[in-house]
């Protein structure tokens, strides 16, 4: 317990031992120097960045737009709308598993450059509600729309009305209500109930989007942390941004993706940010063996990292060096 709280202690100061400071550098020391001392690292752009596997043709979208010269933003809009449109991922949009009353409900939200977000909450019968987030986020003055609210808000906007429960979610939604009840469903790599993107363009901007059908057999009306700017997803173009996948109440307790940013905005690199914020986590949430949490971040030079609770939690990133990769994400456990 000595050595956790050691641990968490120094996430909150800078390895001079003072605390996190919001302009990203001691009072005096040079902004173009990193803590180390070094020069900034050569910026690699663009990058995209996705959780689970389903990140790969999530981050096939985006590079198509951010290597023809396109926004970060547009880039994680068209990313994240290819697992949300197929019913074979059951995590999120169309296909996704339902809520304890046989209903899919979705939530999703969406940031970028300039810090404008948009986000949507409790949506039905809507394939694409990251595309509703990013009109709540240009055509209205909120930032949120929730329930029946959005659903109007979408309706307005041109979108369609559909059947998100396929066959085989409602199947397997039956079999749970035969088995096991009232059980909470345990988040691992079967009900992850996140696609979260980063993307930093040619331009050095970045944008993130975040989206979800929630935890399967959830309480109907229970909203987790991925619509919620700062909880399932946060960016600041000035230090880089952060999305978080898994249980989404204990990513909520710890305010999870704000603070992985201000980490990397104190000094730390994405990915000792992710461990950092993942020990918050732990300290924040009694139950931690028994959930999954897991970040990704991805700073203004391109640099990435991840981390995660439990083992089994895997990323994709695409650069220009490497291509499109799926990587397993260390982990606590």
């Given at each position: 317990?000595?050595?956790?709280?050691?641990?968490?202690?120094?996430?909150?100061?800078?390895?001079?031992?003072?605390?996190?400071?919001?302009?990203?550098?001691?009072?005096?020391?040079?902004?173009?120097?990193?803590?180390?001392?070094?020069?900034?690292?050569?910026?690699v752009?663009?990058?995209?960045?996705?959780?689970w596997?389903?990140?790969?043709?999530?981050?096939?979208?985006?590079?198509?737009?951010?290597?023809?010269?396109?926004?970060?933003?547009?880039?994680?809009?068209?990313?994240?709308?290819?697992?949300?449109?197929d019913?074979?991922?059951?995590?999120?949009?169309?296909?996704?598993?339902?809520?304890?009353?046989?209903?899919?409900?979705?939530?999703?939200?969406?940031?970028?450059?300039?810090?404008?977000?948009?986000?949507?909450?409790?949506?039905?019968?809507?394939?694409?509600?990251?595309?509703?987030?990013?009109?709540?986020?240009?055509?209205?003055?909120?930032?949120?729309?929730?329930?029946?609210?959005?659903l109007?808000?979408?309706?307005?906007?041109?979108?369609?009305r559909?059947?998100?429960?396929?066959?085989?979610?409602?199947?397997?939604?039956?079999?749970?209500?035969?088995?096991?009840?009232?059980?909470?469903?345990?988040?691992?790599?079967?009900?992850?109930?996140?696609?979260?993107?980063?993307?930093?363009?040619?331009?050095?901007?970045?944008?993130?989007?975040?989206?979800?059908?929630?935890?399967?057999?959830?309480?109907?009306?229970?909203?987790?942390?991925?619509?919620?700017?700062?909880?399932?997803?946060?960016?600041?173009?000035?230090?880089?941004?952060?999305?978080a996948?898994?249980?989404?109440?204990?990513?909520?307790?710890?305010?999870?993706?704000?603070?992985?940013?201000?980490?990397?905005?104190?000094?730390?690199?994405?990915?000792?940010?992710?461990?950092?914020?993942?020990?918050?986590?732990?300290?924040?949430?009694?139950?931690?063996?028994e959930?999954?949490?897991?970040?990704?971040?991805?700073?203004?030079?391109?640099?990435?990292?991840?981390?995660?609770?439990?083992?089994?939690?895997?990323?994709?990133?695409?650069?220009?060096?490497?291509?499109?990769r799926?990587?397993?994400?260390?982990?606590?456990?």
């Amino acid at each position: 317990m000595s050595d956790r709280r050691s641990f968490l202690k120094t996430a909150a100061l800078g390895t001079t031992g003072a605390p996190i400071l919001l302009s990203g550098c001691a009072p005096g020391a040079d902004p173009d120097l990193q803590e180390g001392g070094g020069p900034d690292p050569d910026p690699v752009r663009p990058v995209a960045l996705s959780t689970w596997a389903h990140g790969i043709p999530a981050n096939e979208a985006g590079w198509a737009i951010l290597t023809g010269g396109g926004r970060a933003l547009d880039a994680v809009e068209a990313g994240v709308r290819i697992p949300e449109g197929d019913p074979e991922i059951t995590s999120v949009g169309y296909g996704g598993f339902p809520d304890r009353f046989g209903r899919v409900t979705l939530d999703a939200c969406i940031m970028d450059e300039s810090g404008r977000c948009g986000s949507v909450a409790f949506l039905q019968e809507i394939k694409h509600p990251i595309s509703v987030a990013r009109r709540v986020m240009e055509e209205t003055p909120h930032v949120m729309l929730v329930g029946a609210g959005a659903l109007d808000f979408a309706l307005a906007q041109g979108f369609q009305r559909e059947n998100l429960l396929t066959p085989e979610s409602e199947a397997a939604w039956e079999r749970w209500k035969a088995t096991n009840g009232e059980t909470r469903p345990i988040i691992n790599m079967e009900n992850h109930d996140t696609i979260g993107m980063l993307a930093l363009d040619q331009a050095g901007n970045l944008s993130g989007a975040c989206t979800t059908s929630g935890a399967a057999y959830k309480y109907h009306g229970r909203v987790g942390d991925s619509p919620i700017i700062g909880a399932g997803l946060y960016v600041d173009n000035e230090v880089g941004g952060a999305t978080a996948t898994g249980w989404g109440e204990a990513v909520i307790r710890a305010v999870g993706c704000f603070l992985v940013v201000e980490l990397m905005r104190g000094g730390r690199s994405p990915q000792e940010a992710c461990e950092l914020a993942v020990e918050r986590v732990i300290e924040k949430n009694p139950d931690w063996r028994e959930i999954q949490v897991g970040f990704i971040a991805l700073d203004k030079w391109g640099r990435t990292g991840a981390f995660c609770i439990q083992p089994g939690f895997n990323y994709a990133v695409y650069t220009p060096e490497e291509g499109n990769r799926l990587i397993d994400a260390g982990s606590r456990v």
